[in-house]
T-cell receptor, first 112, second 116 residues
């Protein structure tokens, strides 16, 4: 089955720790995206990548980092610099310069 | 900053009724307007999308109405069912470039509840 997988589904972190969220896609999409969703709010773009080994900051990149070493993978690291990291994180992908983005099931991160 | 404003924030409809969600945008460069449906704990899924060259698009019980001059578009759900209860997001994107790709700007979402 083609699609986007995110792991883990739930993640708990202590304050001051970095944590990495996984996103893998087998849709052969060139572009991948990370969004953050908070209760009652829309999706806010953290980082996106149009091609391997290249990525750009979105609207709320502070406290986050990404890498794009493989076309299929776009991991997101939530660093200790992110002041309010508890949220639902969504990964998406699309064809290059395509409009439609396809979303993964999300990872819910809770900072204890 | 590009914005898409969505209303209402929440909506309660009786089974069989019509659900209407509205969005307004500012950036006239937007040329793709999708609607996403999200169930609790799940990722959003594309429901229906429209481009400015048409004023209406219908897929089953779901219809997008688009008013280019008013810079508004809306989602109509006919014969609403309890299974339609979800959060709906409108979004918009503009011309793609080599570096920008398809950056979607999302509305804040509408939580729809359809009572049986």
């Amino acid at each position: 089955d083609g699609g986007i997988t995110q792991s883990p589904k739930y993640l708990f972190r202590k304050e001051g720790q970095n944590v990495t969220l996984s996103c893998e896609q087998n849709l052969n999409h060139d572009a991948m995206y990370w969004y953050r969703q908070d209760p009652g709010q829309g999706l806010r773009l953290i980082y996106y990548s149009q091609i391997v080994n290249d990525f750009q900051k979105g609207d709320i990149a502070e406290g986050y980092s990404v890498s794009r070493e493989k076309k299929e993978s776009f991991p997101l690291t939530v660093t200790s610099a992110q002041k309010n990291p508890t949220a639902f994180y969504l990964c998406a992908s699309s064809i290059s310069k395509g409009d439609t983005q396809y979303f993964g099931p999300g990872t819910r991160l809770t900072v204890l | 900053q590009q914005q898409v404003k969505q209303s209402p924030q929440s909506l309660i409809v009786q089974k069989g009724g019509i659900s209407i969600i509205n969005c307004a945008y500012e950036n006239t460069a937007f040329d793709y307007f999708p609607w996403y449906q999200q169930f609790p704990g799940k990722g959003p899924a594309l429901l229906i999308a429209i481009r400015p060259d048409v004023s209406e698009k219908k897929e089953g019980r779901f219809t997008i109405s688009f008013n280019k001059s008013a810079k508004q578009f809306s989602l109509h759900i006919m014969d609403s069912q309890p299974g339609d209860s979800a959060t709906y997001f409108c979004a918009a994107s503009s011309v793609r470039t080599e570096t920008s790709g398809s950056r979607l700007t999302f509305g804040e979402g509408t939580q729809l509840t359809v009572n049986p």
